[in-house]
């Protein structure tokens, strides 16, 4: 281990570049030569994966006084991380391509990637501010990037509740530092079984609501299914996938850290119940497909934050598998959104297995995968969720989180069942058609059932 070690953080500056590169290199290029930018981005993402892939295989490390770890959970996010975003901008070339501001876009999707492995590996309070600045700024911009009312009044609401969010953070991380003399995690888990619980629990709370801003749930999830809907497919995908794998795994590790005396468990799991349970009510009278989708991913992050609740000792297992199933999934559902744009409501995607059948079985993996469905990853990422709960102690949290999987069940059947009844007058062959989004969804959907299948190699025995 070393105390100053930049090269741990390899991944992380290798996105750096690409962003840089992304955004000056974008400044010189013509519109039709933009394809260049979008070439970087991926060799970015993919040395990131790489040196990702290396760290994780190598020992575990630590950089800057120990304010970053390289662990299994660091190599995860970075895998998910890197691995989400690529297929996003997979999902958007067709989108993006000759767009005015195809270069930029790449530099915000690098940037906020960046944030979130941060959020995902650090181990101090201080750097968990930075992370959270470095993934949420970029949001705002990408949903911006749209330029019409919609997207300016959900810029305008993103910006709002994460400039609120962040200094509601910023006080708690004051809070927990004032009172301990450290922002470090290692010493503030010896520090603070000594503090006042209730003055504890109140920094913690404040901390908590930064994170729930940047994963997208309650009480920071307002803006998400207004962002969903407004913004670009890419944004749309973006936003609803990458900023929260970093964030759970911040909130999962800053319950470690917190004394039993505090009941981390408690305060995360109700807020995963209250996550879960609001964002498939919300979705049930939804009928544009993206709002839907919003819904859908405000649900997903109770389930996630079930496993956080338990801490990284606990529920890690089931977190980081539920992190490799849940972006593939939803990213699945959004770029079969994407293929066909001119599908915005449910009941455009009227008789679409007729005209795109192919779209259809991937909508089908992709909204059964969501609701937890055999042999999909999620379905493995509830059940080792539902499990965990059980075995650490809080059953009432599975009980809650089967009841909101059936729940759940209604409103992805509604689409379905419009996707697959007969419509002879169905437009789809009239209908502006996205090959790359196409082929991002086979891809996606293909993973979530590949690695729900092979969950028995992936676990440890």
């Avoid at 006084?65 to 989400?84: E, F, K, N, P």
């Avoid at 749209?146 to 991380?173: F, H, N, P, Q």
């Avoid at 922002?183 to 503030?188: E, I, Q, V």
């Avoid at 939803?330 to 959104?337: D, G, P, S, T």
Wanted: include cysteine; proline fraction near 5%.
């Amino acid at each position: 281990m070393t105390s100053l070690s930049p090269a741990v953080l390899l991944p992380e500056l290798v996105l750096v570049a690409g962003a840089l590169a992304c955004l000056i290199g974008g400044s010189f290029l013509r519109r039709t030569q933009q394809w260049m930018a979008r070439i970087g981005a991926v060799v970015a993402l993919a040395g990131s994966m790489a040196a990702a892939g290396v760290a994780l295989a190598g020992p575990e490390q630590v950089a800057f006084g120990g304010s970053y770890r390289t662990d299994l959970t660091t190599g995860i996010v970075r895998l998910a991380v890197a691995g989400a975003t690529l297929l996003v901008i997979w999902l958007g070339s067709d989108e993006l391509a000759g767009s005015d501001r195809e270069s930029e876009t790449y530099t915000l999707l690098l940037l906020a990637a960046t944030g979130s492995m941060i959020l995902g590996g650090t181990q101090d309070l201080l750097v968990l501010a930075v992370g959270f600045l470095i993934t949420g700024i970029p949001l705002y911009g990408l949903i911006g990037l749209a330029r019409d009312r919609l997207s300016a009044e959900a810029t305008l609401k993103t910006y709002l509740i994460g400039a609120l969010a962040g200094i509601v953070m910023l006080l708690g991380i004051v809070l927990l530092a004032g009172l301990t003399g450290t922002s470090s995690y290692s010493a503030l888990t010896d520090r603070l079984p000594e503090a006042p619980a209730a003055v504890v629990i109140l920094g913690a709370v404040a901390v908590l609501v930064g994170l729930l801003f940047e994963a997208g749930a309650v009480p920071g999830h307002f803006w998400v299914p207004d962002a969903t809907q407004a913004s670009s497919h890419t944004a749309a995908a973006f936003l609803t996938t990458v900023p929260k794998i970093g964030a759970v795994v911040a909130v999962a590790r800053v319950v470690d850290v917190l004394p039993a005396a505090a009941h981390p468990t408690v305060l995360v799991g109700a807020v995963a119940v209250v996550t879960m349970t609001w964002g498939n009510l919300a979705a049930y009278p939804q009928t544009d497909a993206r709002r839907l989708l919003g819904w859908s991913t405000v649900s997903q992050v109770g389930y996630l934050l079930v496993a956080a609740a338990l801490g990284l000792t606990t529920g890690g297992p089931a977190l980081l598998f539920y992190l490799i199933g849940y972006p593939v999934t939803n990213l699945a559902a959004f770029a079969v959104v994407a293929a066909e744009p001119a599908r915005r409501t449910l009941a455009d995607h009227l008789g679409m297995s007729r005209t795109r059948p192919v779209l259809a079985g991937c909508l089908l993996i992709a909204l059964l995968g969501l609701v937890g469905t055999p042999p999909t990853a999620i379905f493995v990422g509830k059940l080792l969720v539902a499990s965990a709960a059980a075995a650490g102690g809080a059953a009432w949290l599975t009980v809650i989180l089967l009841v909101n999987t059936l729940i759940s069940l209604f409103y992805y059947l509604r689409w379905l069942i419009l996707v697959f009844r007969s419509a002879p007058d169905d437009p789809g062959t009239a209908l502006v058609r996205r090959p790359w989004a196409t082929g991002a969804a086979v891809v996606a959907a293909a993973a979530s059932v590949v690695v729900g299948l092979a969950a028995g190699s992936l676990l440890p025995g």
